[in-house]
């Protein structure tokens, strides 16, 4: 079973360009979420999806980040202006159902590193 | 603010010995409980999942859930140098898995 893929694996960009990172669940999973890591943190959700539907964005900085899940399958992250605070890297995970009250696992994909200049 | 709350570490432990990794989460709503392992550069990767009081485990590994503390454990028994690894506690409460900072392990051979 393919996993969760990711692209690109690395970005370096300038503050104030625009940037948009790719992701593609495991096949069947309803669910998909994004999350940023910053050096020596945790992982922090962004977004979270149910099919094409957000179930949850609210640490999602909506001035300049947005994302979508057309189609219920693919799903893009953009940022735009990026700050040098973005840089991080950037983290797309699915799971099969939704992730309130049940125990789903979420499998991630190898990230995005980005670093902002 | 949900939070999950790890000692960033590094624990150093010998190999063979048993590792110990702490976790206090602050939502007593919080229903399941897991643990991640994310070598340097990698993605996280689940080893541990437990959503009742009391130890569950899975070879080498143990977790041990405390709901009346908010307190969820990782041992690792026999540790090896392969075990050397940032890991991650996550808490699940509503829609949300919330993140903890992480501990870093090291195993010295």
């Known amino acids: 079973e393919a996993g969760v893929a990711q692209s690109p694996r690395y970005k370096i960009i300038e503050k104030r360009q625009s940037v948009a990172f790719w992701c593609n669940p495991i096949?069947?999973?309803?669910?998909l979420y994004w999350y940023q890591q910053i050096l020596g943190q945790g992982p922090k959700l962004l977004i979270q999806?149910?099919?094409?539907?957000?179930?949850?964005d609210s640490q999602l900085p909506k001035d300049r980040f947005s994302a979508e899940r057309l189609k219920g399958v693919d799903s893009t992250l953009k940022i735009q202006p990026a700050k040098l605070e973005d840089s991080a890297v950037y983290l797309c995970a699915s799971s099969l159902v939704r992730l309130a009250g049940s125990t789903d696992t979420q499998y991630f994909g190898p990230g995005t590193r980005l670093t902002v200049l | 603010q949900k939070e999950v709350e790890q000692n960033s570490g590094p624990l150093s432990v010998p190999e063979g010995a048993i590792a110990s990794l702490n976790c206090t989460y602050s939502d007593r709503g919080s229903q399941s409980f897991f643990w991640y392992r994310q070598y340097s550069g990698k993605s996280p990767e689940l080893i541990m999942s437990i959503y009742s009081n009391g130890d569950k485990e899975d070879g080498r590994f143990t977790a041990q859930l405390n709901k009346a503390s908010q307190y969820v454990s990782l041992l690792i028994r026999d540790s090896q140098p392969s075990d050397s690894a940032t890991y991650l506690c996550a808490v699940n409460a509503g829609n949300m898995l919330t993140f903890g900072g992480g501990t870093r392990l090291m195993v010295k051979p």
């Open positions: 999806f149910q099919n094409n539907g957000v179930v949850d």
């Open positions: 096949s069947g999973h309803a669910t």
